[in-house]
């Protein structure tokens, strides 16, 4: 069983920065993919970004290329997404996940394990 606990989350101005952070304990991270997902008020929920369990792969939405970066720290056991030019519409409830997987995957019920949670709300 791994437990996972996202933070960083909070409210910003469109256009700046936030870092998410995703850490686990009662298991490794470094064995499988990790992934972010985020869901906004009526929407279901969708995916963000992936990384795999070397960190030597990524892959990211289209929504948010080239504005987000995941990354991981095996030994810290922590996954991170970083936002940068964020806009108003990528407000949303963020989660992380471990995959099944050691490759990336986008689809969500390859992620076997998810967090609570972390409130991302960015004003216009």
């Known amino acids: 069983q791994v437990q996972l606990v996202e933070s960083g989350g909070g409210l910003v101005q469109a256009g700046g920065s936030l870092r998410l952070s995703c850490a686990a304990s009662?298991?490794?991270?470094?064995?499988?993919?990790v992934g972010w997902f985020r869901q906004a008020p009526g929407k279901e929920r969708e995916f963000v970004a992936a990384?795999?369990?070397?960190?030597?792969?990524?892959y990211y939405a289209d929504s948010v290329k080239g504005r987000f970066t995941i990354s991981r720290d095996n030994v810290q056991n922590t996954v991170y997404l970083q936002m940068n030019s964020l806009k108003p519409e990528d407000t949303a409830v963020y989660y992380c996940?471990?995959?099944?997987?050691?490759?990336?995957?986008?689809?969500?019920?390859?992620?076997?394990?998810w967090g609570q949670g972390t409130q991302v709300t960015v004003s216009s």
């Open positions: 990384i795999s369990w070397s960190g030597g792969t990524t």
């Open positions: 009662g298991r490794t991270l470094s064995d499988y993919a």
């Open positions: 996940a471990q995959s099944s997987r050691q490759r990336v995957t986008t689809i969500h019920n390859e992620y076997t394990y």
